[in-house]
């Protein structure tokens, strides 16, 4: 199991302090530094300053939203920092939401599984250099009838296959993530409850013809983030993570359609799941934190004292994982790079 670094969003007022973090992951053998985007910073923007000052770790968006770029633009930009990093960049793409990609994009949110088929073939296509052509159901080009014509990447990208991840939740999403992607990006990835998670990804690898017949996982990587927090007091570790929790199984999406209060109550977390919602949708977002079960967090992250957490971090490799990316929820830097440190000793 190899480690992952998450460093989140930019622009938070502790950009500093994530370039730190990230050249100590470096400097430590970490295997990849994530960045995310939502409708703050981008992501390419920020992996291109990291690749600058870092010279082995990979550069991973997590991710770069598909409603916010076209198939060649992210083609384009994935072949770019792929070169100027030395063959370091990782590709996750997902669809976000439907507040954002209708809200931010002005996209569409329907047939997101068609959609995201359609554009990593193309993305895939344009990095191969072959001439783009492609008519399907969400895209079309050229398009038809216009004075647009067929064309080829200018440049020759380092690798012509960039590791493509996919950020899924559902189970349609994830046997998708199976069938198309190198790897899945998780979220709130609970060792006992990974067993269906990755049986959708095992579908989607069979119908593909991937991996082996007695291990369809094999060559696919597994990287979720998972929350690290250091203290003695496992409760208040708890406590550093429910805003997050809540955030996310409350706020992020509609009351209909939340893919992470969805994935909560697949958990059994059910009756949590609608009051941490409730709670969120009306403003009370201290109370829906407040809401978040310990025992969901504590599924999901790995808290407590040292000892603890290397009793459990185990759990992940044999759970499938493949790369253990993990986020400090701290605004220290010290305690930051303490974390980095002691799961580099651990898992290292």
Do not use: C
């Not at 697949?266 to 009306?282: C, H, K, P, T, W």
Request: aromatic residues 8%; proline residues 6%.
């Amino acid at each position: 199991m190899q480690l992952g670094i998450n460093l989140g969003y930019w622009g938070a007022g502790n950009d500093a302090d994530n370039l730190v973090t990230a050249v100590e992951a470096d400097r430590l053998g970490y295997a990849v530094a994530w960045v995310a985007e939502a409708y703050g910073s981008d992501a390419p923007t920020v992996l291109a300053w990291i690749g600058a000052q870092t010279e082995r770790i990979d550069l991973g968006a997590a991710v770069m939203q598909i409603p916010a770029r076209t198939p060649a633009t992210t083609a384009m930009t994935a072949a770019t920092i792929d070169a100027l990093s030395g063959g370091r960049f990782r590709l996750g793409l997902g669809v976000s939401g439907p507040q954002v990609s209708e809200g931010w994009h002005g996209v569409p949110f329907a047939a997101p599984l068609g959609r995201t088929r359609e554009y990593v073939d193309i993305v895939r296509m344009a990095l191969r250099r072959e001439t783009v052509a492609y008519q399907g159901k969400h895209w079309q080009l050229p398009i038809p009838d216009g004075p647009g014509k067929s064309l080829k990447l200018t440049v020759h990208p380092v690798r012509p296959e960039v590791p493509i991840y996919l950020a899924a939740v559902g189970p349609k999403n994830l046997e998708l993530a199976g069938e198309i992607a190198d790897g899945w990006l998780a979220i709130f990835y609970s060792p006992e409850h990974s067993g269906e998670l990755l049986e959708s990804v095992r579908v989607g690898r069979r119908r593909a013809g991937k991996g082996t017949e007695g291990d369809p996982l094999e060559g696919f990587d597994v990287v979720p983030t998972v929350p690290v927090v250091i203290d003695d007091d496992v409760e208040r570790a708890a406590r550093a993570i429910a805003g997050y929790a809540a955030l996310y199984i409350g706020g992020m999406g509609s009351r209909d359609q939340n893919f992470y209060n969805r994935l909560a109550r697949r958990m059994g977390f059910d009756e949590a799941a609608s009051r941490i919602q409730d709670l969120y949708l009306d403003g009370k977002h201290r109370d829906a934190a407040a809401a978040v079960p310990f025992e969901l967090i504590d599924a999901t992250s790995l808290i407590g004292p040292r000892e603890r957490i290397a009793e459990r971090v185990g759990r992940y490799a044999d759970a499938g994982v493949t790369t253990l990316t993990v986020s400090a929820f701290t605004p220290r830097i010290d305690e930051r790079l303490d974390m980095v440190r002691m799961m580099a000793e651990l898992v290292g």
